[in-house]
């Protein structure tokens, strides 16, 4: 199974009352109860800002960067927690 994340083809539309909640604080992030259990919403400008990826080239590098996370996964190109944080600590000395 392959896996492709494209923020521009995830557009669920939000209920009004949703919408008019994350206005309400300022883009949120609010808390919302759904079937499936509990869920955070906010507005993209707040999420790039938490992110770190506050215009729509660092948005579009981020997502680019995951998909290829996610073919290397599928490729098999992973390694353990401690091998990785083996690397981390060989690298920054963290």
Known sequence: MGYTLDMDTI???????????????????????GGRG????????????????????DFADSVADLNLSLQQAEAGQTMTLDEAAKKLIDKYGV
């Open 11 to 33: 557009v669920p539309h939000l209920p009004p009352e949703i919408e008019d909640a994350v206005a309400a604080q300022h883009g949120g992030p609010i808390a919302v109860s």
């Open 38 to 57: 509990a869920h955070v919403v906010m507005s993209l400008d707040v999420f790039r800002d938490m992110m770190g990826v506050g215009n729509d080239v």
